[in-house]
């Protein structure tokens, strides 16, 4: 159902690659809510992805644009704005990969090259999407950023590895430029913290499936899905939500609240724990 809740805004989406991705329900939903929006992702990722689909589905410009590259980004916006018709409303990032993780280097192994591009990629490249928008003035006042977070931010989860801290970092991205953006320009910026989400990306995390549903067992709620957190993205990205900014929303189910529920402690209860261990016999932590 559709609320007109984005009416007559206009919007950029990081990161949509095909219609397992977030930014691609993001997408959806804005469209739906009456937004008009620029798709973006790398040029290679457009050419592999199936954004064409999506732009066709949602009267959407595609813009190829490499989120580490400030010059990439500048082009962006000035171009955004001219297919939109004006200064930008609202902005998601969903930007995330690491390279340690695909190549199943652990956290007490990384390849500090890859960790380098894990941080550029999923964290940094927020920075830079921010500065570049402000040295453009080119969100309007009142305009609403998000990244989508994770709770390993916070918490130590096995296998999530080098990306926690990228979200981390992420996370303070937000709350440093948050200040600095809200005193100027009234611009909000937030993070998501969302659920286990069967995407492509979550999809390369060590033992996803066990964390998903671990997850789903611990949280009041269960999971929120995709198309729930796309809601949720566009309840922030509209007049509704003026007046928060700077805060690390946690979108689980009630999963960072909780301790242990009954649902896990019985599966815990009834499952025999086998620990990882190498050809030699020691436990892999990472």
Request: with cysteine; aromatic share 10%.
């Amino acid at each position: 159902m559709a609320y007109n809740l984005l009416k007559g805004k206009k919007g950029i989406i990081f990161g949509a690659l095909n219609d397992q991705s977030i930014a691609w329900k993001v997408a959806e939903r804005a469209a739906e809510e009456g937004a008009q929006i620029v798709l973006t992702n790398t040029a290679v990722a457009c050419r592999m992805g199936t954004i064409d689909e999506l732009a066709k589905k949602t009267n959407a410009t595609i813009i190829p644009a490499d989120a580490t590259s400030v010059e990439d980004l500048e082009n962006l916006f000035n171009e955004a704005q001219k297919a939109l018709g004006g200064k930008i409303d609202f902005v998601l990032h969903s930007c995330a990969m690491s390279v340690n993780m695909r190549k199943k280097r652990t956290y007490d192994d990384l390849d500090y090259g890859f960790l380098s591009k894990t941080l550029d990629i999923s964290a940094i490249s927020f920075h830079k999407m921010l500065q570049v928008a402000k040295k453009l003035d080119a969100l309007n006042d009142y305009a609403s950023v998000l990244a989508l977070s994770y709770i390993a931010s916070h918490r130590t989860f096995f296998g999530y590895n080098d990306m926690a801290d990228a979200k981390s970092l992420l996370e303070s991205i937000a709350r440093s430029f948050g200040y600095i953006y809200g005193r100027e320009k009234h611009v909000r910026i937030n993070t998501i913290s969302q659920s286990p989400t069967m995407t492509t990306a979550g999809s390369a995390i060590k033992g996803f499936d066990g964390l998903f549903d671990f997850a789903d067992r611990m949280s009041p709620l269960g999971n929120a899905t995709a198309d729930e957190c796309a809601d949720y993205c566009v309840v922030m990205f509209s007049d509704l939500t003026k007046k928060v900014t700077m805060q690390n929303l946690f979108h689980d189910g009630g999963f960072s609240n909780m301790g242990m529920s009954l649902r896990g402690m019985t599966q815990y209860n009834k499952s025999f724990i086998d620990e990882n261990r190498d050809e030699k016999g020691n436990i892999i932590y990472g």
